[in-house]
């Protein structure tokens, strides 16, 4: 029962001391009667703040009047070179009131939220118009302050422009103090050798290209420009020119131009040779000519002969000078035969190639011999020999006596004559020059 009244008592107005209470109670014992009764407001042991002067709605802060003190950021790192002046000494707070009555030896909720409350005994710096929660955090931040150890100060954290341009003039500031302080021994020292060597070999080439174009003050070479190209012309340009009219290489009476004014003309152009009326026993020139409106030439006497279906071998083409020709035509009674000159370059040799060239001489002159009136083959097996005017003749005879195959070289005029008839060429050689 005594123990019931007990509790029913006001925890803080219990000051009378119990003569029969001779144990002390335990911190929870206490916290539980806390609990159980409503404790009253109590007064904070705070000191009385003094009277702040009224501001003005604009303030004006004289020269005299003391700058106003930054307060740290609760949470934010403090450097040492970042802490304010220390404040002037404040003046004497006046000593707490003592409570007049004694309290038992016992500890009670009083003590505690005494203890708990009311900072401990240390050296603040007072400030004006702080709440009691910012000047706990501040003092908090004073006491850690006091505990942090000097550290080394941190070194700036250069950027990749900045340590691009590290040399020389930062590293004398990296050596004695200042933004780069440090760096030097933080930095390799290879690193710094490579970029040493780097700039030296880029201003060696600058210096060698510079010597090599600009030397003895000469501009460099300068490209030639070249004219732009154009596309060979296929088209006709106009009309070509007129072909100057060869030399006969034997004296002719007369000349008859027989024209193709297209390539795929020229072989009946040609056969109008044979169907020529030219004076009788006279030597006849017969040019054949390609008039076009892109070509215009005088046919060689090879290319007749090729469009009259009897071309030359080509043993003996070799030897024949092609521009120094005549193409004849001669007339005996009314028979046309034909024949030509032509300049030859080695004789002897020509001479030579012809002996072999008699064997097939019938066939390869045949579409000739035929459009002549040829009908049968020779009448000898060989060519047989012949002079006129101490010319020497070799002859192929046929059953018509005005149809032959006969050849003469004239080594002292340098000409290879063949006909087709003795007539016509005992004409040719009597019309040589």
């Known amino acids: 029962m005594a123990q019931n009244n007990r509790n029913d008592e006001d925890i ?20 539980e009667r806390a609990k159980e009764h409503v404790l009253p407001d109590l007064p904070l042991a705070t000191p009385p703040l003094p009277k702040q002067p009224s501001r003005p709605e604009t303030p004006v802060i004289s020269e005299e009047s003391p700058a106003p003190i930054e307060l740290p ?27 007049t009555e004694s309290l038992p030896e016992e500890i009670s909720a009083e003590d505690i939220l005494s203890a708990v409350t009311e900072p401990p005994q240390q050296k603040e710096t007072p400030t004006t118009g702080f709440s009691p929660e910012e000047r706990l955090s501040y003092s908090q931040e004073e006491s850690d302050k006091k505990t942090v150890a000097p550290s080394v100060p941190e070194l700036p954290v250069l950027t990749p422009e900045e340590m691009l341009s590290f040399g020389e003039e930062a590293l004398p500031q990296a050596k004695t103090g200042g933004r780069f302080s440090g760096i030097a021994q933080k930095l390799p ?39 732009p190209t154009q596309p060979p012309i296929t088209g006709p340009i106009g009309s070509p020119e007129e072909p100057p009219v060869p030399e006969a290489v034997l004296t002719v ?10 390539q795929r003309a020229l072989s009946s152009t040609a056969r109008r040779v044979y169907g020529l009326q030219v004076p009788d026993r006279a030597v006849h ?28 071998a080509p043993n003996l083409a070799r030897y024949l000078v092609e521009s120094e020709s005549t193409f004849f035509v001669y007339s005996e009674n009314g028979t046309v035969r034909i024949g030509f000159a032509v300049r030859t370059s080695d004789a002897a040799a020509l001479r ?12 390869e002159l045949a579409s000739a011999l035929e459009a002549l009136g040829k009908t049968q083959s020779a009448a000898t097996p060989r060519f047989q020999d012949n002079t006129h005017n101490g010319t020497p003749i070799r002859f192929l005879n046929f059953p018509d006596p005005n149809l032959t195959i006969d050849y003469a070289v004239v080594e002292s005029k340098n000409l290879f004559i063949l006909t087709t008839s003795r007539g016509s060429m005992f004409a040719a050689i009597d019309a040589l020059p």
Request: no cysteine.
């Open 285 to 312: 020139r017969a040019l054949v000519k390609l008039d076009t409106s892109t070509e215009k030439r005088y046919l060689s006497v090879s290319e007749i002969m090729e469009q009259l279906g009897a071309p030359l």
């Open 253 to 262: 009476q007369d000349t008859t131009p027989l024209i193709a004014n297209d």
């Open 12 to 31: 803080l107005t219990a000051g009378q001391a119990r003569p029969d209470e001779k144990r002390i109670r335990t911190m929870q014992e206490d916290l």
């Open 352 to 363: 030579a190639e012809l002996s072999s060239w008699e064997a097939n001489a019938e066939q």
């Open 189 to 227: 020292m290879k690193m710094v050798a490579i970029g040493l060597g780097v700039l030296l070999v880029m201003g060696g080439l600058g210096i060698v290209g510079y010597s090599f174009f600009f030397a003895g003050g000469e501009e460099p070479p300068q490209p030639e420009p070249t004219a």
């Open 73 to 99: 950021i609760v949470g934010e790192e403090t450097k040492p070179e970042a802490v304010p002046p220390a404040p002037p000494e404040p003046p004497q707070t006046p000593p707490l009131p003592q409570a």
